[in-house]
């Protein structure tokens, strides 16, 4: 399978612990983007890499909130001290980087916070 | 008021009729369109890519842009079962990376 994968894809934790998602994208492309979902609406967009420089953040992420794609491959979103509200599913999407701007979605991560 | 709005249905019909799916916009700026299907507790999946106004076609999918009216359609010939599913609008502005959403209709096609 070549598309984009993330892990976990589920993830259940109580308020205040961390937790740290991983995303891989489709080999070669140096575009990488976190999205959130909440149950009934549309993928909000977060932040999105282009190799390992991170180019634009959303209000969306607060302090408490840090991506990182450290080689410019997969990438990381941990949330610190979670809270009942960051319960959605967060999608990472890959793009190639040209001047095409299609995004390919992996099947994300659910998380549940207690 | 969202920059896109989308009507979340639920929109239900038999299998084998033609499907409408709209959103209006309300930024001029926006000039990629794309449509996304997502079934349910998965990723969303890209169906349609369009650049500027125009239609485009692709086997049982067409889309359309009327940016004078800041509308977006998606039709579906001879819908089938496997067609049910939410389908997501997105959009953006040249240069910028994010895709801005709509809320997404969630389709039934009934057999």
């Known amino acids: 399978d070549t598309g984009v994968s993330q892990d976990p894809r589920h993830k259940i934790t109580k308020r205040g612990q961390n937790v740290t998602f991983r995303c891989d994208p489709i080999s070669e492309h140096n575009r990488l983007y976190w999205y959130r979902q909440t149950l009934g609406q549309g993928p909000e967009f977060l932040t999105y890499?282009?190799?390992?420089?991170?180019?634009?953040k959303s209000r969306l992420l607060s302090d408490r909130f840090s991506a990182e794609r450290p080689k410019g491959s997969f990438s990381t979103l941990e949330i610190q001290r979670t809270e009942q509200g960051d319960s959605a599913m967060y999608l990472c999407a890959s793009s190639p980087g040209l001047a095409e701007e299609t995004q390919y979605f992996g099947p994300g991560t659910r998380l549940l916070v207690l | 008021q969202k920059e896109v709005e989308q009507d979340p249905g639920p929109l239900s019909v038999p299998e084998g009729a033609i499907v409408s799916l709209n959103c209006t916009y309300s930024n001029s700026a926006f000039q990629y369109f794309m449509w996304y299907r997502q079934y349910s507790r998965k990723g969303p999946e890209l169906l349609m890519y369009t650049y500027s106004s125009g239609n485009k076609e692709d086997g049982r999918f067409t889309a359309q842009v009327d940016k004078s009216s800041k509308y977006i359609s998606l039709f579906i010939r001879d819908s089938q079962p496997s067609d049910s599913a939410t389908y997501l609008c997105?959009?953006?502005?040249?240069?910028?990376?994010?895709?801005?959403f709509g809320q997404g209709t969630r389709l039934t096609i009934n057999p």
């Open positions: 997105a959009m953006s502005r040249q240069g910028a990376q994010k895709l801005v």
């Open positions: 890499f282009q190799n390992e420089a991170q180019l634009e």
